[in-house]
């Protein structure tokens, strides 16, 4: 793997100074930095490449179309899924949830039953709430306990052959959790139903098999991935994307439009209604290509180190209430935390003052901060280019933040 410093010089950002420090950039949960290597692609593409695709003669579209195909062949590869046409560019992980359960909502009908867990951002559980409540299907919830482990019981004892669909994160975006989806996939498929994973906070640390999970769908968004805001993934099985209705009608979806009936196009296009995020599904092949150049197990390793060493520093800190599983093998680079008697936002602003980015609040996950009865934690999240050095300073910084607040 390249050096820390080689990477860190790869992204421009991390060179900035805020409020008379450099920038310690702890906010990658929420959205990762851009390396120069998907920026430069980004400025090829508006400087060179710009037509709209799939539909021109010439040569200029001709070329875009293939730089897009060719990127939803990276992301292809590198989820395994078996056909690109299983790949469906979207806006993002919440675009991706929401094309799924919109399909379902009309599918379902009363009676039927959808799993969500008590874990699940915002973006996994109101879409199924509208689906739920244009179809008559109700909602279930599976438990989790105080470190937000899901409770698998419990969870077996929901499923029956009402279920019509299991929507679970595959990692926590509030505690870093890694959720054992193998097992909940299993479990669903034993009752005849389909499950979603919404991979949004796994995508950027481990690297998902679609065929070797069988999962049924799986959502991703590129901005957390190291590519651009706006563009994502979702991931279908052929059979399932098929029976699934459209989401959007428009140009591009379609085979033949009249008045009477439309007939729509093969996948993907199907669920590709309008004109694309032509130059992000690019870039999102570019930090697919930018991933890979650094390993994803050296990724993950090294994000595992930092977690280990930061834990172990924040355990010594008097008064600090640590979040998620103790078992850090069972979590990604994310830790929330509390300080006693002391509000979050509070923390994240002095922080900020010291040049640290941190996320306070509830993460887009009220029910998690519902279910420890807080308003909500300081969040630091790690991503490849973060140093222990920069650890250290951040400790130094909670521990100001104590002082100067307690
Ligand atoms: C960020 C995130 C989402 C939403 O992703 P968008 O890019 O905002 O659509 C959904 N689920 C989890 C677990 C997330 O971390």
Redesign the pocket.
């Known amino acids: 793997m390249k050096s820390i410093n080689e990477i860190r010089a790869d992204f421009p950002i991390l060179r900035r100074i805020i409020n008379h420090k450099p920038l310690i950039y702890f906010d990658n ?1 929420a959205t990762s930095q851009t390396p120069m290597q998907v920026i430069e692609a980004i400025i090829a593409y508006y400087s060179y490449e710009n037509a709209n695709i799939h539909r021109g003669v010439h040569t200029l579209s001709q070329e875009a179309t293939d730089l897009y195909e060719q990127a939803r062949i990276k992301v292809q590869k590198h989820f395994n899924a078996r056909k690109s046409s299983e790949i469906l560019f979207t806006a ?4 991706s949830i929401n094309l799924v359960a919109s399909g379902y909502g009309a599918l379902m009908k009363a009676g039927d039953e959808v799993i969500v867990s008590a874990s699940e ?1 915002h ?2 559980i109101v879409p199924w709430q509208l689906a739920c409540q244009r179809s008559g299907a109700s909602l279930k919830v599976i438990p989790m306990d105080e470190r937000g482990v899901l409770d698998l019981q419990a969870y077996e004892q929901l499923l029956s052959e009402r279920t019509k669909i299991v929507s679970v ?1 595959h990692v926590s ?1 509030a505690l870093g959790n890694i959720h054992p989806i193998e097992a909940i996939i299993e479990k669903a498929h034993r009752v005849g139903a389909v499950v979603l994973v ?1 991979g ?2 796994a995508a950027p640390h481990l690297q998902p098999d679609v065929q070797a999970l069988d999962v049924d769908f799986y959502a991703v ?1 590129a ?2 991935m190291y590519g651009p805001t706006g563009v ?1 993934a979702l991931y279908g099985k052929e059979e399932l994307l098929l029976q699934l209705p459209p989401y959007q009608g428009g140009g591009e979806m379609i085979k033949e439009v009249c008045f009477e009936k439309s007939t729509y196009a093969d996948l993907p296009y199907k669920f590709e209604a309008g004109t694309p995020n032509i130059c992000g599904g690019i870039a999102f092949g570019a930090a697919i290509d930018y991933m890979h150049s650094l390993g994803m197990t050296e990724i993950a390793d090294y994000e595992h180190e930092l977690l280990v060493y930061a834990i172990e520093k924040l355990k010594t800190i008097k008064g600090i209430v640590l979040y998620g599983n103790e078992d850090l093998s069972k979590r990604t680079a994310v830790i929330s935390f509390n300080l006693k008697g002391v509000h979050p936002y509070d923390v994240g602003t002095i922080l900020d003052k010291l040049g640290i980015a941190v996320r306070t609040g509830h993460h887009c996950a009220q029910p998690i901060m519902d279910y420890y009865r807080i308003p909500g934690t300081v969040r630091a999240s790690f991503a490849v280019y973060n140093t222990f050095e920069e650890i250290d300073t951040f400790i130094e910084g909670i521990k100001k933040a104590q002082k100067m607040l307690s």
């Open positions: 949960g993002g992980t919440t675009h951002h973006s996994n994160q975006n919404d949004a906070q968004s901005h957390k994502g």
